[in-house]
């Protein structure tokens, strides 16, 4: 028996619209689906940025209450901190973390860049596959456990070195941030070397350049602005380290005179004194003003990568 040409024609369009109709419920579905992750990725974002205002004002405010009691010159000027007799000097601590920051750059940087250029452009390839997973290791470290190897390990090889009797200080403390970073730039100088176009160095090559004039007049200059990224990514992780810090740095209250002076550093002085403090006092007041200092450094730090990627992005 043969089917009537109106029963086929009418199973074809309800076949017709019921495929219609799933397309259209899948359509709905995924509409939906879209705007659900779009929605709560937005508040997400939100909340973040919610959170980080409220502490940058908590801090902020809390912090310029100082000043009610405290002058600027005092507090920016003064290395007198002595807070049991209301003096509230912090210069001592601010140039004792510009020190600490520049002598572990110092240390850091030239060894980092070496890494960065031995692994990119002259170790084997086997030598790379192993050494850059070891970096990435050491970069997720916590960094409790360097100060503790700082403090076990290499401050009784100081003392016997250079005849000090305690070596903790600001070189003791450069030692292990400068142990502490140098992985994060090694690893960040690498990729960026790495990302340097083939054609750079074939160009190099055929005008006669020798390897070393390749790696330190053409790959290195392509690739300064991600050297200069990991190097301020270095650089904040230094000026923000605590633990590590308060381990080997002697913690003293005092402008480091000599590499090898118990100091202290603005993280420090923070860790050591807020547990011991009345909320509402001065004393709290200026912890939270030098915090406020330290938060001010390392948006101004990450502004300034955040301006270095977008100068290179419209040189390319």
């Given amino acids: 028996m043969h089917t009537p040409i109106s029963e086929q024609a009418s199973q074809s369009s309800i076949l017709g619209n019921v495929t219609a109709k799933s397309k259209f419920n ?65 210069a001592a601590f601010i140039v004792n973390t510009i020190t600490l920051t520049g002598l572990t750059l110092l240390i850091s940087v030239p060894i980092s860049i070496a890494i960065a250029i031995f692994n990119a452009e002259i170790a084997p390839a086997w030598f790379r596959s192993f050494i850059r997973p070891v970096l990435d290791l050491l ?79 053409v790959i290195v200059p392509a690739a300064s602005r991600g050297i200069m990224t990991a190097v301020i990514l270095g650089m904040t992780r230094a000026i923000g380290e605590t633990m590590a810090v308060v381990m080997v740095i002697g913690n003293t209250a005092q402008l480091a005179k000599t590499l090898f002076t118990p100091a202290s550093v603005l993280t420090s002085n923070i860790v050591m004194q807020i547990s011991n403090v009345e909320f509402e006092s001065t004393w709290n007041y200026a912890l939270h003003m030098m915090a406020f200092l330290l938060l001010a450094i390392s948006m101004i730090l990450i502004l300034v990568i955040r301006f270095i990627r977008a100068k290179g992005g419209a040189q390319a």
């Fill in 26 to 90: 899948r359509a709905a579905r995924v509409r939906f689906t879209n705007k659900l992750f779009q929605g709560y990725f937005l508040f997400s974002i939100l909340a973040l940025c919610f959170v980080l205002a409220l502490v940058i004002v908590f801090i902020a405010k809390t912090g310029f209450l100082t000043f009610e009691t405290v002058s600027f010159k005092e507090f920016f000027l003064s290395f007198d901190w002595t807070p049991e007799e209301e003096h509230y000097g912090a």
């Fill in 139 to 217: 970069v997720g470290i916590p960094s409790i456990v360097y100060g503790y190897l700082g403090l076990t390990v290499l401050i009784p090889l100081l003392r016997e070195w250079t005849g000090e009797g305690l070596a903790d200080g600001i070189f003791a403390a450069a030692l292990v941030l400068s142990l502490m970073i140098l992985p994060t730039i090694s690893r960040i100088s690498d990729d960026a070397i790495t990302a340097v176009p083939k054609k750079y160095r074939e160009a190099a090559y055929a005008l006669g350049s020798t390897r070393l004039q390749v790696i330190f007049k």
